[in-house]
């Protein structure tokens, strides 16, 4: 399903003392199938966008199209929890959502509410468990007796148990040790490829975006500050720290070698050991020079 | 030699005679005004260590010695006086209703007169840069300051050692560059020792030594430097290391000889400075 | 949020009301309550109402935003009314209604009671719009002071009254937060019968009990850390002063109740 938000706006508590712009005059376009790495400090609205995704919040101006589905100011659609079904949304700190007797009984939660059936609930619970990394025989245990990883194992296939078809991602890895979110970001880009989602990711990590998103956008105060492929966006270092955002480590690096060595290497988003050849053969070439 | 401060000797603890072994048989020091980072995988331990340093939990075997006292009931609440610790979540470590609040809070309890809690109150809010922030809420608060006023609260009490257990796991970059600005200040400053439990190889590369934790035992102890030339067996046991020790290593993989293990940009460059002129 | 209700809200400010001393605050409105229930007649009551309303107008909060908040009493005063127009058979019938008689002596008497049910609501409220909670448990803390002699917990009641009011906001932010995860999981909060919507709220008490009981096991052990061994040997930042304003206030304040009892025996 395709994304697109049409000058949307967005006010809290509109007409009160308290109200407060979060989004503002915001546009986009999302083709089906993207991954899209939304990166923004805290209160620049990110949170705000993801929740027009599936309808928890309708635009204050402005309208929503996702898919067949259009959501503006005056109208929710009447098939809000069809949207939801075919919206998956996995929020900061998902273990927190996590209520019910047994990992089995919890990862169904979702399912079950959106009418899927018992079988088909179990089927997918098989397929789905050994996917995000869980072992089956904690199918029967509590919940709360598994360890922090464990729990946002579970509740990332609670979510993913749904089978939706746009997958929104709120920083998932946050709190992990760094193997747990390596582990959590593959199983997330495998499953976009093989199930040809649409993949929304927040983060404040530049090199996940790099790494997983074919599209960047970078929201500032409520506003699309930059958007375009990450090579495009984090080659722009000057207009990414006037909104006190990073460039990639591995883009500082570049920078920093042109800087010392007057010789330019094109970021590509290649891998460390390309990056190693190309500096020794640029090397290389500065020492002929001489 | 310099002074000893904390000694974990032979320490072993679990939460139940039934759980497994979380720290198992752990021995290491911690110098006067020192430095340490201690790193390791979600449960290898970590935060174990930050807790029975403080009189939190009791060791099951083994003894802790803090600046020559031993850890037990007779002598925590002095334990406590030389040890302050800033938490994971900023939210619930956060007592007072407003800032100023939540800095008396320590000075209440070991009964500091008024006057003299205002005059630190004034002092260490202006350390960590939340001068301005005197009679605000906490929701007010992003989870950096929330952390910044938890640290300003552990330094008006005038401890020996500030223990950041995960303090920046919870923030955003923003928040953690704050953090860490702060942690170095302090550090520059008062003559306190530091420890800092961490997955950020950032606050690692800070520290003067690191402790490496693996399955509750001791991996490794060493400076960052010697830590992350190890990069292999890091990566083994769940562990991260720095996108210019990588570089640096595949940098070997092409020929060039990069002698001294660099940790950071500068320190690359210069090595590859002093390889070109040598081309 | 519901903006409506007022009760309880505190509404920044500086006026006279605002900076006197919240103990002299309580002391007066709990005199104001048992006073109310000594006036007997127009004058009397005339008083009352005129300091209730002084009052306000020195709070500089608009009597509308006051009078508007307090809605749901309404309906109790209104109630309170028409049962004694009802009940009471006193003087001479007025009107005739559907067979019932109203009397003069009723319509007086429900007026006077519903009058004063009015003063006393809006004077406590009057209390919260005007007092932090935090100066409001300072105040009690101090006020229940001599209950300490019997083992009364006072500070251990304030410290939880006080960690209570900070931790509103936080819980307040994480029932917003399950309830919009539990709502993309299907969850529909709003529509269905009724016992659907109760089944729909399990999936939001029970996680927000877990962070609750997390959150409390976690601030007790940060609060231990930082050396609290309980109420003995600790010393305060927070102290409440009585100021030359505050004993003006209470003197004035006297002497509007003097004015009532003088003004009882009138008829």
Known sequence: ?290 | MREKFIEFRNVSFRYGDEQPWVLDNVSFEIYKDEWVAIIGHNGSGKSTIAKLMNGLLYPEQGEIIINGMPVNDEHVWDVRKQVGMVFQNPDNQFVGTTVQDDVAFGMENRGIPREEMEKRITEVLRSVRMEDYLLTEPHRLSGGQKQRVAIASVLAVKPDVLILDEATAMLDPRGRKEIMRTVSDIQAKNEISLITITHDLQEVVMAERVIVMNNGSVWDEATPRDIFAKKDELRKIGLDVPFIAVLADELKQNDLLIENEPLNHDELLEELWTLHLKM | MNNAIIIGQYVPGNSLVHRLDPRMKITIIFLFVIFVFFANNVVSYSILTAFAIITVFITKISLRFILKGLTPVWFLIIFTFILHLIVTKEGTVLVELLGFKVYSGALIQGFAISLRFFLLILITSLLTLTTTPIEITDAIEDMLHPLKKIKFPVHELALMMSISLRFIPTLLQETDKISKAQASRGVDFRTGPIKERIKAIVPLLVPLFVSAFKRAEELAMAMEARGYQGGEGRSKLRQLKIKKIDIFVLVFFLLVIAGLFITRNYS
């Open chain 1, 1 to 290: 399903m395709d994304i697109t938000f049409k000058d949307v706006t967005y006010i809290y508590q509109a007409n009160s003392p308290f109200a407060h712009k979060a989004l503002e005059n915001l546009s986009f376009h999302i083709p089906s199938g993207s991954f899209v790495a939304v990166i923004g400090h805290t209160g620049s609205g990110k949170s705000t966008l993801i929740q027009h995704l599936n309808g928890l919040i309708t635009p204050t101006e402005g309208t929503v199209q996702i898919g067949d589905y259009q959501i503006n100011s005056d109208k929710k659609p009447e098939n809000l929890k069809e949207l939801r079904s075919r919206v998956g949304v996995v929020f900061q700190y998902p273990e927190h959502q996590l209520f019910d007797e047994t990992v089995a009984k919890d990862i169904a939660f979702g399912p079950k509410n959106f009418g899927v059936s018992e079988s088909e609930i179990q089927r997918r619970i098989k397929e789905i468990v050994p996917a995000v990394g869980l072992d089956e025989a904690l199918l029967g245990r509590s919940p709360f007796d598994l360890s922090g990883g464990q729990m946002r194992r579970v509740a990332i296939a609670g979510v993913l148990a749904v089978k939706p078809e746009i997958l929104v991602l709120d920083e998932p890895t946050a709190g992990l040790d760094p193997r747990g979110q390596r582990e959590i970001m593959d199983m997330f880009s495998n499953l976009h490829k093989e199930q040809g989602l649409t993949t929304v990711l927040v983060t404040h990590s530049m090199e996940d975006a790099v790494k997983y998103a074919d599209h960047v956008i970078i929201m500032n105060k409520g506003t699309k500050y930059m958007e375009g492929t990450p090579e495009e966006v984090f080659t722009q270092r000057e207009a990414l720290n006037k909104v006190q955002l990073d460039v990639p480590e591995m883009i500082q690096f570049i920078n920093a070698f042109e800087e010392r060595f007057g010789k330019t290497i094109p970021f590509k988003r290649q891998t460390v050991q390309a990056l190693a050849k190309e500096i020794q053969q640029a090397l290389k070439g500065a020492g002929s020079d001489e």
